[in-house]
Each structure stands twice: as structure tokens, then as C-alpha cells.
């Protein structure tokens, strides 16, 4: 495939398997995925997530307004979020999150304020994020409303907000819900790219998109996608990598993505560095396995935007 020269090209995620793909997908793994492992080794712990600041350390909205939806008059707490106010179960939402069921065992101090004979817990969310958790909380259903052809914008739009929450607030089942969906556009393992890259659907990523998911998979701590996320960068034009948007991805990353995509240019690249590499793949100085690595990057790569 030739590179497009248009200054509109979006990057191509899928290409049709070839001999050195694996080669290729194995080699930025290893390569660009070191500050992905070194966050693994430094991430924060989950148990950080439930120092949850006590409601009255922070400031409230002078004039908040009761949400439309999520207002039921049988709700036993009211938590605030931004502007608005959201009367909701405690049960359910204890259910769901192990922060909410210990913050609501909690007994609360006289003299705090309420609302209706409720408590008012102010929480330092994103109201968004927070009506699209409580919308996965309250509908079973509401994954499936997510089409199955969603293009990979949809997909981070739709869970970005509740993979956020869902770790802040410990919701396991629909962090991973999320995160199922977060693999499925940014595969995490040859297999399941090997799957992706023969369906008959051809999806092209932007390289804006590609940058916000990294930066959304290292604020979540999903990092099994970023191996993946980080070849896309390395396939890259040289200047869109030199431009520095909102939302990018720092100089060092780049750098980094820069030198494994040099290296996969490298007659005798080096790409397995393991025991029971696959046929084909060139160790240092073997000479073996070469025929196909030096055009790879070139292979089913155009510019992103």
C-alpha cells in the first residue's frame, strides 16, 4: 500500500497479515513499551483510590440544580457533582463500587447539609463522566446500546467517562466491561490483532484519536493497550509527530516511538530478544529471517493527521 499525501490521511489500523507483521507487532512491543512496563512496576495501587476527601473540605456550587434523570424521590443520599445534584440508592451504588459501600458506612457528623432528610456528599468528578457511570449503573442494558460496529471515536467517547470513574470509585465489572471494549480497537495480545486484521471491515484511526487513548489508558492504568497504541505512533509521519497539539503525547514518547520505528527499518532488526520466536523473526546478527523487515514499516503504513 503507498503512503497517502494527503495532508488528510488518517492512519490505517488494519492491514492484511503478512509474513512479518508478528515480526513487526512483537519488535514495538519490546521497544516501545518500556515506559509502559515502568508504569506498571510504579502504578498507584488501588487501594489509593478510596481516600475519597471528606464532603466537608470541599468547596460546593452556590447554586446546584437537581439532574433530571437521576433524581429519584426514593433516593437515600445526595451526592453533588459540579453543578448538579443527583438524589440516588446507596444500595445500588455500593453494589457496584467498593469506595461508594465504604463511604457509606461511614456515619456522617451532625450538622452537615442535607436536602429532602438526605445527606449531600460532595464528589470532585466531571458531571458527564458521572451521568455516564450512573447510567451503566442503572441500566443493565446500557452497554448494548453501544453498536457493534462503533467506530474506535465512539468507543472512547462512550467509555471514557465511566473507565474513569470506574477506577476512581473501584467498579469492577464495569471497568472491565470498559476495558473489553478498550482491546477491541487497541488489541492486547498477536492473537487478538490477528483476529482484528482479517476481519473485512478496514477501520483508519487518526493520529489525535491514537494520542487520546494513550493518555486515557495511562490515566486509567489499562496499560495492555498501549504496546499497541504506541506501534500506531511509530507508524506516524515525521511531521505530524513533529507537531505538538493539545492532547499529545510527550517529546520523550515520541522520541522513543521514533527509534522503534527506525529499528523496524533495520536490515537486521532486532526483534525477539526471547526464546521461541516465530520463523522469520532476525536476531542481532543472524542474518536470518531479513528478507521482509527492511520494507516492513512501509507495509499498509500512511501519514496520520
Known amino acids: 500500500m ?20 508478528r515480526s513487526s507487532l512483537l519488535t514495538t512491543a519490546t521497544t516501545l513499551a518500556v515506559a509502559s512496563k515502568h508504569e506498571v512496576a510504579t502504578a498507584t495501587k488501588s487501594s489509593d483510590y478510596q481516600d475519597i476527601p471528606s464532603p466537608t473540605s470541599m468547596e460546593r456550587h452556590p447554586n446546584p440544580t437537581k439532574h433530571e434523570q437521576f433524581w429519584f424521590h426514593d433516593g437515600s443520599v445526595i451526592l453533588q457533582v459540579e453543578s448538579k445534584l443527583f438524589r440516588v440508592h446507596q444500595t445500588i451504588l455500593a453494589n457496584h463500587s467498593e469506595v461508594f459501600a465504604g463511604l457509606f458506612e461511614v456515619p456522617q457528623p451532625p ?33 448494548d446500546t453501544l453498536p ?23 467498579a469492577r ?33 487518526k493520529s489525535d484519536t ?29 511531521k505530524r509527530l513533529m507537531k505538538e497539539r493539545e492532547g499529545d503525547i510527550g517529546w520523550k514518547d515520541k522520541c522513543q516511538c521514533m527509534v522503534g520505528r527506525e529499528r523496524l527499518r533495520l536490515p537486521d532488526a532486532y526483534v525477539c530478544p526471547y526464546e521461541g520466536a516465530p520463523r522469520g523473526v532476525a536476531y542481532p546478527g543472524s542474518g536470518e529471517g531479513t528478507e521482509s523487515l527492511e520494507g516492513l514499516y512501509e507495509m499498509g503504513a500512511a501519514e496520520c493527521v
Do not use: W
Request: with cysteine; charged share 20%; aromatic share 12%.
Open 173 to 205: 465489572t464495569l471497568r472491565n466491561r470498559c476495558i473489553t471494549l478498550f482491546a477491541s480497537k487497541f488489541p492486547s495480545t498477536f492473537s487478538d490483532y490477528t483476529t482484528k486484521s482479517t476481519s473485512t471491515s478496514h477501520e483508519r484511526y
Open 210 to 238: 491514537v494520542m487520546h487513548a494513550i493518555a486515557l489508558a495511562r490515566e486509567t492504568q489499562v496499560y495492555e493497550v498501549l504496546p499497541y497504541a504506541y506501534y500506531c505512533v511509530a507508524r506516524m509521519s515525521m
Open 148 to 170: 457493534p460496529t462503533a467506530d474506535v471515536d465512539t468507543v472512547l467517547h462512550f467509555i471514557s467517562g465511566i473507565l474513569r470513574l470506574s477506577t476512581k470509585y473501584l
Open 111 to 143: 450538622g452537615e447539609h442535607m436536602l429532602e432528610g438526605c445527606h449531600i456528599v460532595v464528589l470532585h468528578d466531571k458531571e458527564q463522566d458521572f451521568v455516564d457511570m450512573l447510567h451503566a449503573v442503572y441500566n443493565p442494558s446500557y452497554f
Open 2 to 21: 503507498e503512503r497517502s499525501s494527503s495532508s488528510d490521511a488518517e492512519y490505517p489500523t488494519i492491514t492484511r497479515p503478512q509474513p512479518s507483521l
